[in-house]
C-alpha cells in the first residue's frame, strides 16, 4: 500500500536536500498575535516593508487566499570551524596577523535565497505531481516572504522559539534556514514540541520564547549591544545583524564599538546557545560555497575595488550590501581594531565618494588616534553627515583609550 499523501509529500522534500519538514494548519490566529505589538514598539527599525505587509505577515491567508497548511522546510547550515589555510586570494597575501573580521556563519554559503529557492521550484512540482495541485495552489516562500517563519516552525514542532528569538532545533541547534509553503492541501498538522498553557497575553512580545531554555539566558547577557529589551524580543535599532546588513545608511556611533570585529550580521546570541551542542555538518545539498570569506583580512577588505568587491561577492548573500556597505562596516571593524597599520587605508576611504563611507572611515581614523592628519580632508568637506562625525569624533575617547 502506497504511504498517505502528506507522507509522501515529507519523503520527497526531505529527497530534494531539506533537512526537516513538517506541517501547521491554518489558520491559526496565536501565531502572528504578537507582531503588532513588536511593530508598534518600533522594533523593526526602517525595515518599513514589514509594516506594509503587517496584516499578511499576521494572516497567510491573506497571502493565498484558501490556504489550509503550511509546509515548514529547515535548511541545516552548521559548518566547523575554518581551518588556517591561504587567502581567499582577493588581492593582497593573508597577512600573518590572526585577526580576521567575524561574518554571521549563513553569509559563509552562497546566498540561501537563491539556493533554497531552486529547492522550491522542485518542491513546487513535486506537489503539483504528488497532489495534482495547479500553481496557483500553492506558494513558496525564503526568508523574504510576508509569512512568519519562526513561529509557523515552532508551531508544527520543527523547534522551538528561544529566549534569542530564533527558532531552535532539538538537533541542529539554532543553525537552520526556514523556508514554508502555503497550500490549499490539507495536510494534517504535526504536533508542537510540547504544548503549554496559552500565555497570559499572546499578544505581548516574546509570548512564545523560551519553551526549552530554562533559566539560561546567556543569549541575553552575551549581546553586545544590549538588543533584547525583553526574552524572544529583538529591537532591530541595537542589533548589530540589523545595522551591518539591513542598514544602509550611517550605524548609530553609540553602537560601533559593541560591533568589534563583526563585519557582516551577527552571531553572537546564536553562538552562546547550548542547544548548539546537537548541531552536526548537514547533507548540504541545498547549500554551495565558492571561497571562504573568513580568511579575509581586515587590510583585503578596506582595499576592495567594485572589481574584487564583484568578483569575490558574487553569488553570496553579501553582494546585497553592495560594496559601500561593506567598506563601511570594514571600517568600523579597522576602527576598532587598535591597528594603526590600517591608517593609510583608512585616510583613503576618507576621500571616497560616498559620504556612508567617508563618515565611517572619519570614525574609525579618530579611534586610531589618527585624527590629526584630516584637517585638509575636514576643510574640504560638505557633507552635514560626515561633519558630524568631525564634531562628534573630539567628543568621544579612542577604543582602548581610559
Ligand atoms: C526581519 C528579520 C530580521 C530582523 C529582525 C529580527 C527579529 N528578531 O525579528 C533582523 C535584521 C534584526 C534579523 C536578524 C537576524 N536574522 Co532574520 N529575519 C527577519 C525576517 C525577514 C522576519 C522576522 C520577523 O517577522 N520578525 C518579527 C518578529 C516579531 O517575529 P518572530 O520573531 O518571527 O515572532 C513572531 C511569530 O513568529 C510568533 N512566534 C514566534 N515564536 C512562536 C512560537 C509559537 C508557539 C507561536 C504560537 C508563535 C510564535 O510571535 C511573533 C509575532 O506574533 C525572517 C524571515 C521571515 N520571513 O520570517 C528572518 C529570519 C528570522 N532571520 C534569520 C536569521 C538567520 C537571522 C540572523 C541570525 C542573521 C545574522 N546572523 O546576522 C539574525 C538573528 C537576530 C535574532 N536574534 O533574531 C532566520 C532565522 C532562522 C532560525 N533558525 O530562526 C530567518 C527565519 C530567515 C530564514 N528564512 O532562515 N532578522
Known amino acids: 500500500m502506497p504511504a498517505p499523501l502528506h507522507e509522501q509529500v515529507r519523503a520527497g522534500l526531505r529527497e530534494l536536500g531539506f533537512d526537516e519538514v513538517r506541517f501547521a494548519a491554518l489558520p491559526d490566529p496565536e501565531v502572528g498575535a504578537s507582531l503588532g505589538a513588536w511593530l508598534d514598539a518600533g522594533h523593526h527599525a526602517d525595515m518599513a516593508w514589514m509594516e506594509r505587509t503587517r496584516e499578511k505577515r499576521a494572516d497567510p491567508t491573506q497571502v493565498l487566499p484558501g490556504a489550509r497548511s503550511i509546509i515548514l522546510l529547515g535548511v541545516n547550515y552548521w559548518m566547523p570551524d575554518a581551518p588556517a589555510s591561504a587567502s581567499v586570494g582577493v588581492g593582497a597575501a593573508a597577512l600573518p596577523s590572526p585577526a580576521r573580521p567575524r561574518w554571521a556563519r549563513y553569509a559563509l554559503h552562497a546566498d540561501y535565497h537563491d539556493t533554497i529557492r531552486a529547492g522550491l521550484v522542485e518542491a513546487g512540482r513535486l506537489l503539483e505531481r504528488l497532489a495534482n495541485l495547479g500553481g496557483g495552489d500553492y506558494r513558496y516562500y525564503v526568508d523574504t516572504g510576508p509569512v512568519l517563519e519562526r513561529g509557523w516552525a515552532a508551531r508544527s514542532g520543527l523547534g522551538f522559539t528561544g529566549k534569542n528569538a530564533m527558532l531552535i532545533s532539538r538537533t541542529h541547534g539554532n543553525w537552520l534556514f526556514l523556508a514554508s509553503i502555503l497550500t490549499r492541501l490539507a495536510l494534517p498538522a504535526d504536533p508542537p514540541i510540547r504544548r503549554r498553557p496559552p500565555p497570559a497575553n499572546p499578544a505581548q512580545s516574546g509570548a512564545h520564547a523560551g519553551l526549552l531554555c530554562g533559566k539560561c539566558t546567556r543569549c541575553l547577557e552575551a549581546c553586545p549591544t544590549q538588543a533584547f529589551p525583553a526574552p524572544g524580543v529583538v529591537d532591530s535599532r541595537r542589533c548589530i545583524s540589523y545595522h551591518t546588513i539591513e542598514n544602509k545608511g550611517i550605524i548609530p556611533r553609540a553602537l560601533r564599538r559593541g560591533i568589534g570585529d563583526r563585519v557582516y550580521g551577527c552571531d553572537t546570541c546564536l553562538e552562546v546557545c547550548p542547544w548548539n551542542r546537537f548541531a552536526q555538518e548537514g547533507r548540504r545539498m541545498l547549500l554551495s560555497v565558492s571561497h571562504d570569506l573568513r580568511e579575509l583580512t581586515p587590510a583585503e577588505l578596506l582595499a576592495l ?13 553579501v553582494k546585497r550590501l553592495k560594496l559601500s556597505g561593506l567598506l563601511r562596516n570594514a571600517c568600523i571593524v579597522a576602527g576598532n581594531s587598535g591597528d594603526c597599520a590600517h591608517l593609510p587605508a583608512l585616510h583613503a576611504l576618507a576621500q571616497h565618494a560616498l559620504p556612508v563611507v567617508r563618515a565611517h572611515a572619519v570614525w ?23 561633519l558630524a562625525e568631525y564634531e562628534s569624533a573630539a567628543d568621544e575617547q579612542p577604543a582602548g583609550a581610559g
Open 364 to 386: 574609525a581614523i579618530f579611534q586610531l588616534g589618527g585624527g590629526d592628519a584630516l584637517a585638509s580632508a575636514r576643510a574640504a568637506e560638505t557633507d552635514p553627515l560626515v
Open 305 to 317: 575595488t567594485p572589481e574584487r568587491f564583484a568578483a569575490v561577492f558574487r553569488g553570496t548573500a
